[in-house]
């Protein structure tokens, strides 16, 4: 088994081989760690690559904590992930896709993920606990495990309503405006004999969402009903935001707040009443055509869960109060959500009223900014969550902070705790081995005292502590005191970043907890640590037996100074490298802007690195993790210091001697994208570049990105057509622009269906280039969005890679 | 059903029109061919067949049917009557001989059913009958070696790319281990180990395209200018080459014809023994060529050409010895689409590689008669075959089609020539009309002395003869005519019928003294008439849509001129059946695409649909229409949304005079430019108030680099890339205006439209939307640029239903 609890190998053994990008067929994802409240075993999520089906599987696996092997707790073909352990430790409860799909398993949810339950006493295979047509997101056990609370889509009525008038728009006109017997008369004239076959009447007429587009024929064989693809039907768009990269269009479903019930063992598990939910199962569903509105009513006879709440909104982040009567959760309710992206914190009983009427939500936050990830306190009187003042600004460049209110005051009582903590809370540092984090709430000690929560600081993730105890403030290293200045709460800094922290999870009254961390040179594995931050202790070593194999490059620290701040990079040198040869040189750019690089393991960096060359990653301004100022240093401001970090970052390695400055290269995506075309619009220092699902024109990103106007608000110094100086900018800071200036041979690597930044940025490039007569290609993906380089399609991620080490190969 | 009321045009009855096309004349002079164009509504798709008419105006009939689609009917000499058909067999084992695309089959017109006469793997896309009928030529699409090899190479580039020294090659599976791999049994569960033992990637034969078996999942790799095409999608390594076939005597030995049979119905033979020789030879050819050069054993053509570029536009010498065709062959054919040239080949099949089997013979050289000095099309054989006339002009940086296409005549035996110009001083375009259309429909008279052909004139279609000699005044001359005079003012063409109420779409002729065409009017959506060379004793020959029509009440139409800013400018009125002078009726401006087309008297679909539901409908040829000259064409470059923009409101303002208008009811709606114009008007006027914007342009500044053509286009239009006139490409982009509109805009736009991409939709929705406006927004799913012309009937229902449903709310 390479999952052992054994103390790590060394790695240095046997011949080592270089790392290839087809490694990441052999690499294993670990994320999700939860300890069972008894403290002995710790489950945990493992992804690896079906590479025959060209897609990703993931299966639930446990360890002892106690020492021991590693044991897979679930198997099969599909997805199983979110863990989690009810709070008297009978079950496992968890997320899987692996329900019958299929057409008679639609309205169940077939196939999609769903809530299963696992006997944590490992007697008996798992059940099915939720049959949501539309699968279900995310969990929380009450506290006493009676219950669940999941948040699941359905398909909002209203909106549907709307929807529909949209689809009908143009339609249901007909009849008010003269006319009206056009479609009669047309059925008469129909060629097609069908003497006796009357029009629709008007309602029935109406039900049609197409009446207008009446055909001749009877209303069953309308225009708009004749179509049987969904996918080929017209796309009615009267919302603004209507696409989201990775979510394709928007649609009627909205996600709400269920709680259901959880049986006992005995029920789920005993005779009769398994035979008689066999009966429902196989009751014969009715198939015949249904309207939409009725697919919204429809549900699975099986399926038991109360909605708790509903309304043209999207609910996340439910908490359970300790007591199991309410359940906090965040939401953007605000009258103009669609053009204000914000989260407010909610609450609502978690039982329904008599009657079943939804209740109405109290709002706790103020709204004066986005306010995430509720945390209860132990008294179940005050809440901590994270978020910033900024309203309407979710780009991150703000930095979070930890507030608490108190839930009988609300709003008026809000406070922030971290003032004085000039980093921004969550996980900011990226790397390519992954999307998101998973959970990043808050936790509070059990006494109340403390809240623990996680943290980026210079490139690597971090869990902190605060103390609700003030204490006489003091400053930490390099300035950056962690205490709050005036509270004087103390923030103390627990796990080493090395490896990064990520997703973690405490044992029985907090002693100890387990986390799944990721260094530069080891994706994901699991650490055990004590709640003071000693006695690290890693658990497991899922991607020993490739590494043992390869050889990996160790980074290598460069700092500069500039403008009175630090700006920090790390250097990856080729295995074999000496100081006096000379080597080809990539600069590698981050996205976001405010994102970071750091001390994770990124598969992009190794593979440049095996293929010979020195390889520069870092985090110029505009990067988090150095807090808002260092963040926002590049607001209105793209192209400017954050391009001269670079160079200067690029500078100082080339100081060192050992880069050959004929031979250097960049690559960046996103954001790393739109820099990467402006250094090659700046400076022809570079001989190859290779921009990856970029921004080249700002000015029609604007209107095409799902977040193009959030840039034009908080980002960008407004909207293009704002005022000519506005307009001036966009021109200004748009790497299209500098077209002329342009000579570096370049690759474009874009995704089809790339919504953030749509592949008509790629078009507008490849064309000015191509017709300026620079070396250039582009690659379309088909079948990916902006993630490409971290969720997309084993193969498409392969290739991917050989293109950029390809480019640069051929080109330097 | 005669005593039922007639009631208005309405979006449904797209489904019922039917169109006439592509009119041949049979050579006995008793019948004409023609394609007719109906929608399959089941398959929500159009379908062909092929009717003949009577010349003599008493008979219609039916000479192909069934589900299938056919196209192009053309007569031998002796009258057998070809066309192509798709209706072959589909399914993977009919692949290679083609199944499913269009062949050309052969109807002998004497009771007996049509017989496949090709079987080649990619179809065909047209033909022409040699002058003795003993053989056809044709073009069809091969995999071009020199292209399929680039795209390896292009390909590699970053996969197979020189490595690092030391490195080894990636390591990329091969297409064995992944077949290895698909057929694996699923690992057991726990079993990590299994993806350790899987075997290490070979090295050698392995590159992208092994990685993915799914065509569609494979990462396209660009690296021309010219990459997508809308309608067509991204091009692909294939290019259009002559073939040639010959014809079998009409069957009579029922050997022959069983003999056919047997090749079609023989097993087809696995990869392992077709051409065991070559099988060998051919280990490292890339496996998509090796493909290509399977062929049907029934498939027995000689391909003719070959090369890197796409061939067409045939036309036999009189002696059958010399094909001329034409093709854009120029180095820098990537970078300009306009420039292309005629040649010619001999037919001798001596030296030609043989149809199958190892490639030793070779192709022959075609001579290359003009001068790459712009669009060169449509070459016609003088009946002695001493001259070749042919329709062009010598401007290759139009690709907007302002230049006037001009007639020339070559003279077949020598290379790159000066060509002389037949029509140097006639004023007006020769052809069909549209952007970029070079395509002009002209013919010899039987004595060679004359050529005929048609042009478009104000907005409608004329027939006019020029004689071959060539003009005095030269091409000197061209300058001298002004946008003031029309087609008269030309010394040496002469109008032969005088279209001033129809536009022309085909026409044929027979000998010197019929004439047949197709063509629309504004209350004929298509029809076939006859006449003779002067015009006289004009009959109409079919009536395809007299039933519909029967039930219609189309409403009047008038014409009108009003000045402005010194041009005359042509309108149109199109007002509702049951019309009241008396009354006030709400005004839909009509805005045509282009901007090089026109409106005239044809028939406009999108009219009809509004005029239906009691609108009136004004609609002009504003300034960059065609048919008016050079100059006119011209007046709207580096001035969109100018001079245009001020004779489209003097129209409406001449309209609005009008008792009978609703000045304070006003609508306006447009498609691709028009769409451009539209968006530009709801932000220059609060006037209108309602707007429907179709397939349209909002920032010229990402058009350019990503509409198909938009690097030349627009260069042509705006006079030079973005980057050099920015401040025009903002200014007369209507994005830069959005603050200022007032009007409610439903936005149509069609989601593969590689001419005006859906971008500029979103950025028009986007900006609107976030501003509060009322604007509502509708994708249609697969459908390109050309919606009307390619698009799903259904969706083309949907498209006017919501056009007009939209003004009905908003107007």
Not at chain 1, 444 to 451: A, L
Not at chain 1, 616 to 635: H, K
Not at chain 2, 35 to 61: F, K, Q
Not at chain 2, 307 to 335: K, Q, T, V
Request: hydrophobic share 35%.
């Amino acid at each position: 088994m390479p999952i052992t609890a054994t103390e790590p190998q060394t790695t240095q053994a046997k011949q080592q081989r270089k790392i290839t990008s087809h490694d990441l067929y052999k690499l294993r994802f670990l994320r999700d760690p939860q300890v069972s409240p008894d403290g002995r075993r710790v489950a945990f999520v493992l992804s690896t690559v079906d590479r025959a089906d060209n897609r990703y599987r993931s299966t639930i696996w446990q360890l002892p904590l106690a020492g021991g092997v590693a044991q897979q707790v679930t198997g099969g073909p599909k997805n199983d992930g979110r863990p989690r352990w009810s709070p008297d430790g009978r079950w496992l409860a968890f997320l899987s896709d692996r329900g019958e799909a299929g057409p008679q398993q639609e309205s169940a949810g077939g196939g999609k993920p769903q809530l299963w339950l696992l006997p944590a006493d490992g007697l008996g295979e798992a059940r099915q606990l939720t049959f949501m047509r539309l699968g279900v997101a995310e969990f929380v056990w009450s506290p006493d495990s009676q219950c669940i609370c999941f948040v699941a889509a359905v398909d909002e009525p209203g909106v549907l309503a709307e929807a529909k008038r949209d689809r009908d728009m143009g339609a249901g006109k007909l009849a008010r405006t003269g006319a009206p017997d056009a479609a009669e008369l047309a059925a008469q004239g129909a060629e097609k004999s069908n003497a006796g076959a009357g029009m629709t009447d008007e309602e029935g007429g109406s039900e049609e969402f197409g009446s207008p587009l009446r055909s001749p024929e009877p209303a069953h064989e309308s225009a708009v009903n004749e179509e049987k693809n969904d996918a080929n039907r017209p796309r009615v768009i009267s919302r603004f935001s209507y696409k989201e990269d990775g979510g394709g269009y928007v649609g009627p479903e909205r996600v709400d707040l269920f709680v259901i019930d959880v049986p006992a063992v005995s029920d789920l598990y005993g005779f009769a009443s398994t035979l008689a939910e066999h009966d429902l199962a196989t009751m014969p569903r009715k198939k015949e055509e249904k309207k939409d509105e009725e697919l919204v009513k429809e549900r699975d006879p099986r399926d038991t869960a109360r909605q708790l709440t509903s309304g043209d909104y999207n609910e996340f982040s439910p908490r359970w109060s300790p007591d199991g009567k309410w359940l906090a959760f965040c939401s953007n309710r605000l009258p103009d959500r669609d053009l204000t992206p914000a989260l407010d914190i909610f609450l609502i009983p978690s039982q329904l009223a008599a009657g079943g009427a939804f209740a109405e939500p109290r709002q706790l936050t103020p709204g004066i900014g986005p306010s995430g990830e509720p945390a209860w306190s132990p008294d179940g009187k005050q809440i901590a969550y994270v978020g910033h003042a900024h309203q309407g600004e979710m780009g991150g460049g703000f930095d979070n902070k930890l507030w608490l209110l108190d839930v009988e005051a609300g709003a008026a009582s809000v406070r922030c705790l971290s003032e004085g903590f000039k980093r921004s809370l969550g996980h900011q540092v990226g790397s390519d081995m992954r999307e998101g984090v998973g959970d990043e709430s808050p936790i509070w000690s059990p006494d109340g005292q403390s809240i623990y929560f996680a943290a980026s600081d210079r490139g690597a993730n971090y869990l902190f502590r605060l103390d609700l105890v003030k204490t006489a403030p003091t400053a930490g290293a390099a300035g950056d005191s962690y205490s709050h200045p005036e509270a004087g709460l103390p923030i103390t800094r627990l796990s080493s970043g090395t490896p990064s922290l990520l997703t973690y999870s405490f044992g029985p009254g907090q002693q100890q907890l387990v986390y799944a961390g990721s260094d530069p040179l080891t994706p994901n594995d699991l650490y055990l640590l004590n709640a003071d931050g000693s006695g690290q202790r890693r658990l497991t070593e899922v991607n020993t037996p490739l590494f043992a194999e390869v050889q990996l490059s160790e980074p290598e620290e460069i700092v500069i100074q500039r403008d009175g701040v630090t700006v920090q990079g790390w250097l990856l040198k080729p295995a074999d490298f000496e100081a006096s040869k000379q080597y080809p040189f990539i600069l590698e750019i981050h996205g976001g802007p405010h994102s970071a690089y750091g001390a994770e393991y990124t598969h992009e960096f190794q593979l440049l690195a095996a293929r010979g060359y020195i390889v520069l990653y870092s985090n110029p301004r505009g990067s988090q993790s150095y807090g808002e100022d260092f963040a926002n240093a590049i607001r209105g401001d793209w192209g400017g210091v954050d391009y001269a970090d670079l160079m200067a970052l690029v500078d100082a390695v080339v100081a060192q001697g050992y880069v050959d400055t004929a031979r250097m290269g960049v690559t960046g995506g996103s954001y790393g994208g739109y820099m990467t075309n402006w250094i090659i619009g700046h400076t022809d220092r570079f001989k190859a570049a290779v921009t990856q699902r970029c921004i080249s024109n700002l000015l029609s990103f604007w209107g095409t990105s799902d977040a193009g106007i959030f840039f034009g608000m908080y980002e960008l110094p407004g909207h293009p057509w704002d005022d000519p100086a506005t307009l001036k900018w966009y021109l200004d800071h748009s790497p299209i622009s500098y077209l002329k200036q342009m000579k570096t041979p370049t690759l474009i690597i874009h995704s089809e269906q790339d919504y953030r930044c749509m592949i008509e940025q790629a078009e507008q490039l490849f064309a000015g280039l191509k017709l300026r007569g620079v070396e250039t290609q582009m690659v379309r993906f088909p079948n990916e969005s902006h993630g490409l380089n971290r969720g997309g399609q084993p193969r498409h991620r392969i290739e991917n890679l050989e293109r950029i080490a390809g480019w640069f190969d051929t080109h330097l | 059903m005669a005593s039922n009321p007639k009631r208005p045009f309405a979006p449904e009855d797209v489904y019922r029109l039917r169109t006439a096309g592509d009119p041949r004349v049979s050579p006995d002079g008793k019948w004409v061919a023609f394609t007719l164009r109906v929608v399959d509504r089941a398959e929500n798709r159009y379908r062909s067949n092929i009717w003949a008419a009577s010349l003599d105006g008493n008979n219609v009939r039916r000479l192909t049917s069934g589900p299938s689609s056919e196209s192009q009917p053309r007569w031998s000499q002796a009258g057998r009557l070809a066309f192509l058909s798709d209706r072959g067999k589909e399914g993977e084992r009919d692949s290679i001989a083609g199944g499913g695309k269009p062949q050309v089959w052969l109807l002998e017109m004497d009771g007996s059913e049509a017989r496949q006469l090709t079987y080649l793997r990619e179809g065909v896309s047209g033909f022409e009958w040699s002058p003795d009928g003993t053989r056809i030529a044709l073009v069809s699409e091969v995999e071009d070696a020199e292209l399929v090899g680039y795209e390896e190479r292009i390909r590699k580039m970053g996969i197979r790319a020189t490595r690092a020294p030391g490195q080894p090659e990636a390591e990329l599976p091969s297409a064995a281990e992944e077949a290895q791999g698909a057929d694996a049994p699923t690992p057991s569960e726990g079993d990590s180990s299994a993806q350790r033992s899987s075997p290490k990637p070979a090295e050698g034969e392995t590159d992208s395209s092994e990685y993915d078996k799914s065509e569609e999942n494979k990462p396209l790799v660009v690296s021309r200018l010219h990459y997508k095409f809308d309608g067509t999608g991204f091009y692909d390594t294939k290019r259009s080459h002559i073939f040639l076939a010959d014809v079998p005597i009409p069957a009579t030995d029922m050997e022959d014809i069983l003999a056919a049979f047997d090749l079609g119905s023989k097993p087809k033979k696995k990869d392992e023994d077709a051409g065991q020789g070559a099988a060998k030879k051919d280990e490292k050819l890339n496996p998509k060529l090796k493909q290509a050069q399977e062929r049907d054993p029934r498939d027995t053509t000689r391909q003719l050409t070959s090369g890197n570029w796409d061939d067409g536009e045939l036309c036999w010498s009189p002696d059958g010895s010399l094909l001329a065709f034409s093709s854009s062959r120029s180095p820098e054919r990537d970078y300009n689409i306009s420039i292309n040239d005629i040649f010619v080949v001999e037919t001798s099949t001596a030296t030609l590689p043989p149809a199958s089997g190892e490639a030793t013979g070779s192709f022959p050289v075609p001579r290359q008669l003009t001068r790459s000095q712009g669009p060169a099309s449509a070459p016609v054989f003088s009946p002695d075959g001493r001259v070749i006339v042919y329709a062009g002009h010598l401007d290759p940086n139009d690709h907007a089609g302002c230049t006037p296409v001009r007639l020339y005549a070559l003279d077949p035996a020598q290379e790159q020539q000066e060509a002389t110009c037949l029509t140097a001083d006639f004023p007006r375009s020769v052809g069909a009309e549209g952007v970029m259309a070079t395509n002009g429909d002209h013919r010899f008279s039987t004595d060679g002395s004359q050529l005929y052909f048609f042009a478009g004139d104000r907005g409608n279609s004329s027939i006019f003869s020029v004689p071959l000699a060539p003009p005095t005044s030269g091409e000197g001359a061209v300058g001298a005519t002004s946008s003031g005079s029309g087609p008269e003012a030309s010394t040496n063409v002469t109008r032969l019928v005088n279209g001033d109420n129809f536009r022309m779409t085909g026409f044929d002729l027979l000998g010197d003294g019929q004439l047949v065409y197709t063509m629309s009017q504004t209350f004929i959506p298509s029809d076939l008439y006859a006449c003779a060379l002067d015009g006289t004793n004009r009959r109409r020959l079919t009536d395809l849509n007299g039933k519909l029509l029967s039930e219609l009440a189309l409403g009047t139409a008038e014409k009108f001129t009003v000045e402005n800013e010194g041009l005359q400018i042509d309108g149109w009125l199109h007002k509702p059946a049951g019309f009241d002078a008396g009354k006030q009726y709400p005004l839909v401006l009509q805005i045509h695409g282009g901007p090089q087309s026109s409106f005239g008297d044809g028939w406009t679909l999108l009219n009809h649909v509004l005029v239906g539901r009691e609108y009136v409908v004004v609609y002009l040829n504003c300034r960059g229409s065609t048919s008016y000259g050079e100059d006119f064409a011209r007046g709207c470059l580096k001035d969109w949304g100018g001079g245009d923009y001020r004779d489209l409101m003097a129209g409406v303002d001449y309209a609005c005079t009008l008792p009978y208008v609703d000045s304070t009811r006003l609508g306006v709606t447009g498609y691709s430019y028009g769409g451009y114009m539209t968006n530009w008007i709801v932000g220059q006027t609060t006037r209108f108030k309602a707007a429907v914007t179709q397939a349209s342009l909002s920032n010229m500044m990402s058009d350019w680099g990503t509409c198909d053509t938009g690097a030349l286009f627009d260069d042509m239009e705006f006079g030079n890339p973005p980057f050099d006139e920015t401040a025009l490409y903002l200014e007369r982009s209507p994005l830069m205006h959005v603050r200022k509109v007032e009007t409610p805009l439903l936005i149509l736009h069609g989601e593969v439209d590689y001419r005006c991409m859906m971008e500029q939709a979103e950025q028009m929705y986007t900006a609107l939307k976030y501003l509060r406006k009322d604007v509502e927004f509708v994708r249609f799913p697969n459908e390109p640029h050309a919606l009307f012309r390619r698009g799903q009937p259904r969706h083309q229902v949907e498209w006017l239903g919501l056009m007009a449903g939209w003004f009905a709310e908003k107007l």
